[in-house]
């Protein structure tokens, strides 16, 4: 299995920026895909960026060129600049291990608001 915790999630004003961090921990070696969704109110979860194991990235277009996802051993980051009030949700990290299990964190809220 793989646990996973997310942090850096908060409040924050409109243009600004946030990091998420998500640390994995237990079978970390079976990972292939890792992933950020979000989830707003009434709305459905979605992919907001996605890295595999070769390195290669992708991201929703509501977020390109704003967002940047990466990953430093067992840690997925997210760093979210010029912050919208529609990026307010709650961001999940979500992992893929080989045989097609999917694992996700508890949640961290971002809030954008003056």
């Known amino acids: 299995q793989v646990q996973l915790v997310e942090s850096g999630g908060g409040l924050v004003q409109p243009g600004g920026s946030l990091r998420l961090s998500c640390e994995a921990s237990?079978?970390?070696?079976?990972?292939?895909?890792m992933a950020w969704y979000r989830q707003a109110p009434g709305k459905q979860r979605e992919l907001v960026a996605g890295?595999?194991?070769?390195?290669g990235s992708n991201y929703a277009d509501s977020v390109k060129g704003r967002f940047t996802i990466s990953r430093d051993k067992d840690t997925l980051y997210l760093q979210m600049n010029s912050l919208e009030s529609d990026d307010t949700a709650v961001y999940y990290c979500?992992?893929?291990?080989?045989?097609?299990?999917?694992?996700w964190g508890q949640g961290t809220q971002v809030t954008v608001s003056s």
């Open positions: 890295t595999n194991i070769g390195g």
């Open positions: 237990g079978r970390t070696f079976t990972i292939y895909h």
């Open positions: 979500n992992v893929v291990v080989y045989g097609g299990l999917m694992y």
